[in-house]
C-alpha cells in the first residue's frame, strides 16, 4: 500500500479550516476546541495542531472568533449567508 501525503487526505471543502503555521495548541491553547458546542475539533496527534475531526458544523462561529492567532476560519456556504 502507498502512503499518501497528510495534505492529500484532508479535504479542501470542510467548513472549518485551521491554518497550522497560526495555531498554538501545540502550546497549550484549547479555546476553538473548548468553545465549540458541537465538540467538533480536537488536536492532532501527529502535529499538535487542532483539526476539524467531525464535519457537521453549525457555523456558530465561536471558533473563529474567539481564536487567540486568527488560525480558524470557518466557510459558510454562500446559500446561508
Same mark, same amino acid.
Given at each position: 500500500?502507498?502512503?499518501?501525503?497528510?495534505?492529500?487526505?484532508?479535504?479542501?471543502?470542510?467548513?472549518?479550516?485551521?491554518?497550522?503555521? *497560526?495555531?498554538?495548541?501545540?502550546?497549550? $491553547?484549547?479555546? @476553538?476546541?473548548?468553545? %465549540? &458546542?458541537?465538540?467538533?475539533?480536537?488536536? =492532532?496527534?501527529?502535529?499538535?495542531?487542532?483539526?476539524? *475531526?467531525?464535519?457537521?458544523?453549525?457555523? $456558530?462561529?465561536? @471558533?473563529?472568533?474567539? %481564536? &487567540?492567532?486568527?488560525?480558524?476560519?470557518? =466557510?459558510?456556504?454562500?446559500?446561508?449567508?
Amino acid at each position: 500500500m502507498a502512503l499518501v501525503p497528510r495534505e492529500a487526505r484532508l479535504r479542501s471543502s470542510l467548513p472549518v479550516m485551521i491554518d497550522e503555521d *497560526k495555531c498554538i495548541a501545540d502550546k497549550g $491553547c484549547t479555546v @476553538c476546541i473548548d468553545v %465549540c &458546542p458541537m465538540d467538533l475539533l480536537a488536536i =492532532d496527534p501527529d502535529t499538535g495542531k487542532a483539526f476539524m *475531526k467531525f464535519d457537521e458544523c453549525w457555523y $456558530c462561529m465561536p @471558533c473563529e472568533r474567539d %481564536c &487567540p492567532t486568527n488560525a480558524v476560519h470557518v =466557510d459558510i456556504p454562500y446559500l446561508l449567508r
